[in-house]
T-cell receptor
Framework: DAGVIQSPRHEVTEMGQEVTLRCKPI?????LFWYRQTMMRGLELLIY????????DSGMPEDRFSAKMPNASFSTLKIQPSEPRDSAVYFC????????????FGEGSRLTVL | AQRVTQPEKLLSVFKGAPVELKCNYS??????LFWYVQYSRQRLQLLLR??SRESIKGFTADLNKGETSFHLKKPFAQEEDSAMYYC?????????????FGKGTHLIIQP
């Protein structure tokens, strides 16, 4: 298994543009998490899904952020419109419910909004 | 709300010296604590969890509920231990709810 796969690895865009980040979890994993990492705030949990259903989105900063998981092998995190303060590394992670706390992370998507 | 504090952003020690990475948490219930590590150009990965009481790569961590701490220790540091270390807290029982991470400590082992 190639592990959690995220795309794109790097994205540079201008303020106001729509950004879509993609994630393919490890096959068979029940949970999928989206985290954001910045120097100031560290790793923040944005939202997580269990069996494709969003469970807790209280970490999503504002309505400009949305996430979907249409099936067990794909999730997206969308920012519309993007702002410079959204610049960060966005991580996707997946896990199995019976191994609570063991998250498998992707390599991250580095977003720069100019 | 729960919180994880790692007071040191950067810790530099010499090879062979003991290492202690500090982690404190705030949570009124019974937490589960973890240490994650990110080596250069690698993914963030689980290092150890308190419930397993295991030693991984020579590292151990003991949960001290009285001091609400979960410090990571290694008696003799090696150069390959250089990495970012994150302490993490999971508060709900069962399931795989999201972890709350500290801001991380960059450990540098000098030769």
């Amino acid at each position: 298994d190639a592990g959690v796969i995220q795309s794109p690895r790097h994205e540079v865009t201008e303020m106001g543009q729509e950004v879509t980040l993609r994630c393919k979890p490890i096959s068979g994993h029940d949970y999928l998490f989206w985290y954001r990492q910045t120097m100031m705030r560290g790793l923040e949990l944005l939202i997580y899904f269990n069996n494709n259903v969003p469970i807790d989105d209280s970490g999503m900063p504002e309505d400009r952020f949305s996430a979907k998981m249409p099936n067990a092998s794909f999730s997206t995190l969308k920012i519309q419109p993007s702002e410079p303060r959204d610049s960060a590394v966005y991580f996707c992670a997946s896990s199995l419910v019976r191994v609570a706390g063991e998250l498998f992370f992707g390599e991250g998507s580095r977003l720069t909004v100019l | 709300a729960q919180r994880v504090t790692q007071p040191e952003k950067l810790l530099s020690v010499f090879k062979g010296a003991p290492v202690e990475l500090k982690c404190n948490y705030s949570y009124s219930g019974s937490p589960e604590l973890f240490w994650y590590v990110q080596y250069s150009r690698q993914r963030l990965q689980l290092l150890l969890r308190h419930i397993s009481r295991e030693s991984i790569k020579g590292f151990t961590a003991d949960l001290n509920k009285g001091e609400t701490s979960f410090h990571l220790k290694k008696p003799f540091a090696q150069e390959e231990d250089s990495a970012m270390y994150y302490c993490a807290l999971m508060v709900s029982g069962g399931g795989a709810d999201g972890l709350t991470f500290g801001k991380g400590t960059h450990l540098i082992i000098q030769p």
